[in-house]
């Protein structure tokens, strides 16, 4: 299928993948989607640590980054930032080094 001359973009999820983990204060969740392009881009990503027990609004997102709304941005205790870009696999380290030291924590 063509628009505009160019060849339509084809996106499919690539990982949909969900894991309980231990936390001092209670069982959590992380949470990861990725979307690629028929280039091989990743064109959508949805990190997401899960806790219940440490916040109870969010749906107990306690941290999570996403590209939702045109635009990349990390949620963290229920506020909403904009954050850089320097690549998806830089951003997935950044994000299980936070819920490293979060989920060793009693209060955030």
């Known amino acids: 299928m063509l ?3 160019l060849a339509a973009r084809r ?3 690539v990982t949909d993948e969900e894991a309980e983990i231990s936390c001092l204060v209670g069982t959590g969740k992380l949470r990861e989607e990725v979307w690629r392009d028929s280039s091989g881009n990743i064109v959508r990503y949805n990190l997401a640590f899960i806790n219940h027990f440490m916040l109870r609004r969010d749906n107990g997102r306690v941290l ?3 590209m939702a709304h ?3 941005h990390r949620h963290f205790m229920g506020e909403i ?3 850089d870009f320097f ?3 830089k951003l997935s380290e950044r ?3 936070e819920v490293a ?3 060793k924590k009693r209060r955030v």
């Open 11 to 13: 996106v499919v999820k």
């Open 70 to 72: 045109g635009n990349r």
């Open 81 to 83: 930032e904009e954050v």
């Open 64 to 66: 999570g980054y996403d």
């Open 3 to 5: 628009r505009s001359g």
């Open 95 to 97: 994000f299980i080094g």
């Open 101 to 103: 030291v979060l989920r």
């Open 87 to 89: 690549g998806y696999e």
